[in-house]
């Protein structure tokens, strides 16, 4: 012991301090970091039938070899989750070009969808899609609202309705759309919005999030109809129209009375 | 024995009506304690005079009354709300009701609103109740404002009463921007950190008045306790009062009328307060407090519990104030961004500070001065009781329809972006639409605007010049067809030609008796040149001498055709020269149908 604290002012003992601070925290790191869920079926076949789907369907943008080609970008490492999601939400293949993919009718079955995932995904790691665990609700709601208005609602609104962006692009309306589509928009960021990925915000809190939408859209309005969740605007606007013009029938019918 | 029954009973039924007791002085216990209070207070005297108060009557009068029931209507729920409300920052971990926000630390504000809406009862209709009542009362004050402005109620003597409604029509709006402030909630919690960014677009003091008004730095734990005793002390003490201000000088100056037959700048024609307006009054407040209670039974207003608590690292899409403050937020969505630079390391935020500090007071003074302007061009120094139709004011009609253009493209442009998501528009453009709108469309409506009245003023010198196109095709001994016009009678004549129409001012000389500049020339230049302008293409309404050349040449003769009467047609000629013009309106012969209306 006594040796080595003579020792510890030796020049190549910060080094070995230095080494030994590296080795724990990339070891550390190693053990905890935050993985992908992924584990998408690696099966061949399926590989095999998604890359015809692929060159079918896909590859007049995203190039025969999904390199990213005429107008789309490159495929390799963005996961069978972001597949799954444009796919699932209708959004492509792309009906057409536009400020920002539209919502549309689901072209594959979902058969056909996690074929054509399974072969992008094959073409270099990304994120899997979530498993059900993660995204059918059963989080903290009270969190997961924390968690959405602090991340999400300045695009999404606080109910989730939309919002707008610049130029035509809009955050979307959640409402409409399932916990795996939302928790696989969190982990590949489409289009405008930002990637919440697991560092940022851990899949439990995704979870949380998406049960508090879960919530959001099941739950009755106790003050009676929403108008929309959209804040004052349509207020003012029911104020101004319905409101007030029940109340000038009324006075109009007063006023006749005088007659 | 039966006839003298029948004629008694007869006699009974004639005196039914009539009051069996003498009017004797004590009038039952009513009337002793009317006496008691009257010997004490004097009041009857006071209220003789409210009582007898004769009020007119049209639909357009009663947004005053809206306003000031609605006014009612928020001081009785506000101060339910107050029972519960805890005007404080102080943070607290919620644990009631609502299991979306349990376990989430707020304030204590926040989480007051959120028992009184989810767990006293009653409280979240009250609290729906007082949000929809103040969304309603600013409606109706913005509507009183049209009404008295395009009829011209805001002349000699009334040009202070105007004031005062414009100083009410402003704090009303301050008023409610506190009020829904005071929750602490989401949405509240972003338009008070935008207020502090108006404040710090100030330049120089910006600063201070922000650290002094928050108590520090944003957002402090002094907002909400100074915001409560601003909302629930200061200016409801503040409205009450200049309301109560605003309401006698209608009382002195007596209420305008809209011209009719029997109308005069001397005298009220309507109901006395006591019974029949009362009991209407009175009912139309129940009407008021009900369809707002309807409203907020069935519509959600401002849900705080889904907008969650305020921290100011959240805001949420859609972030708008309440509808009217929306035409200030709309001036800051507006307002290009290259106003903001930065001269000597210092930040000038024009873009913010003309839209949010500078644009109400503007607007607040060339409203106040209009009546004056108004006065002044048309040189006017009557007294006016009777209200202008507004197609007999062009001018101004149009000027009023430019500037409710003007703060209708800035009241829609704060709703910029739910536009630019339920139109699938792109909110640049929809922003770009509104600026150019802002500069050309008010021009082109007062244009527009003043031509419609010029029309329709020429219709109504048609009207009663001709009558009213029967549809009757009537064909003469000769062979010769044409319709029958049916002539106005007195009533319905009586308010196409009862107005005004002022001539342009002359220009007096320029240079005295001497030929030396008179001092004031330019102004009264200016003056003229307005004159001019206001009244320059003005339609003049009929006079009788036109009336009677009317009926001679155009359509006596239908007259003559369908009814040869030819005493009529005599008492025509002679009653509008003999009782002079002030009644030629009320005699001109009977014709055609007059008499079914």
């Known amino acids: ?259 | 024995m039966s006839d003298t029954t029948t004629a008694r009973s007869t006699a009974d039924a004639l005196r039914a009506d009539d009051k069996k007791e003498a009017p004797a002085g004590n009038g039952g216990p009513v009337g002793a304690v009317a006496n008691w209070v009257d010997e004490r207070t004097g009041a009857a005297k006071g209220v003789r005079f409210l009582l007898k108060k004769v009020f007119p009557d049209h639909w357009s009068f009663m947004f005053g009354e809206m306003a000031m029931y609605s006014l009612v209507v928020l001081l009785i729920t506000g101060t339910f709300l107050t029972f519960w409300f805890v005007p404080s920052m102080g943070e607290t971990t919620y644990n009631g009701s609502y299991v979306p926000l349990q376990g989430v630390q707020m304030s204590e504000a926040f989480a007051s609103t959120v028992k009184i809406s989810m767990d006293v009862k009653g409280g979240l209709l009250i609290r729906q109740i007082h949000h929809w009542s103040a969304l309603i009362f600013l409606v109706s004050i913005a509507l009183h404002m049209f009404r008295v402005f395009f009829t011209g109620a805001f002349r000699k003597p009334r040009e202070l009463n105007w004031i005062i409604g414009l100083l009410l029509a402003m704090l009303s709006m301050v008023e409610g921007f506190i009020g829904y402030s005071l929750p602490d909630d989401l949405l509240s919690g972003t338009g008070i950190r935008a207020m502090q960014g108006f404040i710090l677009s100030i330049p120089v003091v910006g600063t201070y008045i922000s650290y002094f008004l928050f108590g520090g730095g944003f957002p402090g734990h002094d907002i909400i306790p100074r915001f409560f005793t601003i909302h629930v002390l200061l200016l409801p003490a503040v409205l009450v009062g200049l309301f109560t201000a605003h309401i006698l000088l209608v009382m002195v100056h007596k209420h305008t009328q809209y011209p009719g037959p029997g109308r005069t700048n001397k005298n009220v024609v309507g109901f006395p307060l006591m019974p029949v307006y009362a009991a209407k009054a009175g009912g139309f407040f129940f009407v008021v407090f009900g369809i707002t209670t309807l409203i907020a039974g069935l519509v959600t207003i401002n849900p705080i519990w889904a907008y969650g608590p305020y921290e100011p690292t959240m805001v949420t899409a859609g972030s708008q104030p309440d509808w009217y403050m929306g035409f200030a937020d709309g001036a800051l969505r507006l307002l290009p961004g290259f106003l903001e630079f930065t001269v000597l390391g210092f930040t000038f935020s024009f873009n913010i500070m003309i839209g949010a500090i500078l644009m109400i007071p503007i607007l607040w003074t060339i409203m106040g001065a209009y009546p004056f302007v108004e006065a002044w061009v048309t040189g006017d120094k009557n007294e006016h009781h009777i209200l202008d139709r507004p197609r007999n004011q062009p001018t101004r009609t149009g000027l009023g329809m430019a500037a409710i253009t003007f703060y209708g493209i800035l009241f829609a442009a704060c709703g910029n972006d739910i536009m630019a998501i339920k139109f699938n528009m792109s909110i640049n453009d929809i922003t770009r639409a509104f600026q150019i709108g802002l500069i050309i469309m008010p021009p082109i409506v007062f244009w527009v605007t003043k031509r419609l009245c010029l029309s329709l003023q020429r219709a109504d010198r048609e009207m009663v010049l001709h009558g009213r196109e029967s549809g009757r095709i009537v064909r003469t001994g000769r062979g010769k067809f044409f319709e029958a016009h049916q002539n106005l009678d007195d009533f319905q004549r009586w308010p196409l030609v009862a107005y005004d129409a002022h001539a342009p001012i002359e220009l007096p000389s320029a240079t005295d008796e001497n030929g030396v500049r008179r001092k004031g020339a330019r102004k009264d230049r200016m003056r003229a040149r307005l004159s001019h302008y206001y009244f320059k293409d003005r339609i003049e309404p009929v006079t009788p001498a036109e009336l009677e050349a009317a009926h001679h040449d155009g359509q006596a003769h239908e007259a003559i055709e369908s009814h040869p009467d030819e005493a009529e047609q005599g008492l025509m000629h002679g009653g509008a020269e003999e009782i002079g013009e002030a009644h030629a309106y009320g005699h001109p012969g009977e014709h055609a149908d007059a008499g079914k209306n």
């Not at chain 1, 080094?15 to 601070?21: F, R, S």
């Not at chain 1, 584990?39 to 007049?60: E, H, I, M, R, Y």
């Not at chain 1, 293949?93 to 993919?101: K, S, T």
């Not at chain 1, 054509?116 to 059963?138: C, E, M, Q």
């Open chain 1, 1 to 259: 012991m006594s040796s080595l604290a003579a020792r510890r002012r030796h020049p190549a003992a910060i080094l070995l301090v230095l080494l030994l601070g590296l080795v724990i925290t990339g070891g550390l790191y190693a053990a905890l970091a935050p993985k992908n869920a992924d584990a998408a079926p690696d099966n061949s076949k399926t590989v095999a039938a998604g890359q015809k789907l692929f060159q079918s369907n896909c590859a007049s943008c995203h190039g025969l070899d999904a390199a990213g080609g005429d107008g789309g970008p490159s495929l390799v490492g963005v996961g069978a989750a972001a597949v799954d999601f444009q796919v699932s939400t209708g959004r492509m293949p792309l009906a057409n070009p536009g400020i920002q993919a539209q919502r549309g009718p689901v072209q594959f079955s979902n058969e056909e969808i996690s074929q054509l995932a399974a072969y992008v995904a094959s073409l270099g790691p990304g994120p899997g899609i979530p498993s059900k665990d993660l995204t059918s609700g059963g989080g903290d709601i009270a969190k997961g609202g924390e968690l959405f208005r602090v991340n999400c609602a300045m695009c999404h609104n606080f109910a989730g309705s939309g919002g707008a962006l610049t130029r035509g692009k809009f955050a979307p309306n959640l409402m409409d759309v399932s916990g795996q589509q939302i928790y696989e928009a969190m982990e590949t960021g489409p289009q405008s919005m930002p990637v919440f990925n697991n560092s940022n915000l851990s899949p439990q809190d995704k979870k949380d999030i998406i049960s508090f939408l879960m919530n959001v859209k099941t739950e009755t309005s106790p003050g009676g109809w929403t108008l929309g969740s959209l804040g004052p605007v349509p207020e003012g606007l029911f104020a101004w129209t319905i409101g007030i013009g029940m109340l000038i029938v009324i006075a109009v019918w007063l006023g006749k009375k005088a007659a």
